[in-house]
Nanobody, 113 residues
């Protein structure tokens, strides 16, 4: 059974930074990553990283978002810099084993102007 536990969300002023963390229990996963969702909108991908360390970012997320992975801790991180009010969303940890997806419970990030 795979369990994903996110941490690091919160309230931050515009221009600030946050680092989200997602710890996975269970076996090593092929892909880990982050999505985000604003109420009333579809969940969108932020970034993913493979077990080999290859990263992929949504075009709109390049520059201020950095994803990283600690294989020993089975944890994926998302560093967000220069936060903007439009970054306000619930951020979900995502993981994939072969073709099966797993989701965390989500962590709220709120950016005040």
């Amino acid at each position: 059974q795979v369990r994903l536990v996110e941490s690091g969300g919160g309230l931050v002023q515009a221009g600030g930074s946050l680092r989200l963390a997602c710890a996975a229990s269970g076996i090593k996963l092929d892909v880990m990553g982050w999505y985000r969702q604003v109420p009333g909108k579809q969940r969108e991908v932020v970034a993913t990283v493979t077990s080999g360390g290859s990263t992929n970012y949504a075009d709109s997320m390049k520059g201020r978002f950095t994803i990283s992975r600690d294989g020993a801790k089975n944890t994926v991180y998302l560093q967000i810099n220069s936060l903007k009010p439009e970054d306000t969303a619930v951020y979900y940890c995502y993981a994939q084993l072969v073709t099966r997806p797993y989701w965390g419970q989500g962590t709220q990030v709120t950016v005040s102007s």
